[in-house]
């Protein structure tokens, strides 16, 4: 069984940046796709970009061009980089298997965007 971690969260102003990595436990090119998500409180598990094996990705539209999801394969380690953060954008950042796999789900990573 596949083993999925978050790092990378922090505090960040608006208008700044942030890379969160997820760190796989063995090679990612084993999950069809792996997807970052957050949960604000009282909402529900959004699903913010997707990459699948062969390298596509997809974008809520909310993020798109501002998130860019990436890869290190070597690493198993799959990134999302977050440029012109907005508050709206503060939660939970957790990856996981696109459908997500309930028994996937970790820790995650704490976003804040404040001034």
């Known amino acids: 069984q596949v083993q999925l971690m978050e790092s990378g969260g922090g505090l960040v102003q608006p208008g700044g940046s942030l890379r969160l990595s997820c760190a796989a436990s063995?090679?990612?090119?084993?999950?069809?796709?792996v997807g970052w998500y957050r949960q604000a409180p009282g909402k529900q598990h959004e699903l913010v970009a997707t990459?699948?094996?062969?390298?596509?990705?997809n974008y809520a539209a909310s993020v798109k061009g501002r998130f860019t999801i990436s890869r290190d394969i070597a690493e198993n380690t799959v990134y999302l980089q977050m440029s012109s953060l907005k508050p709206e954008d503060a939660a939970v950042y957790y990856c996981n298997t696109v459908p997500p796999w309930d028994d996937y789900w970790g820790q995650g990573t704490q976003v804040t965007v404040s001034s």
């Open positions: 063995r090679s990612i090119l084993s999950i069809n796709a």
């Open positions: 990459i699948f094996n062969n390298g596509v990705t």
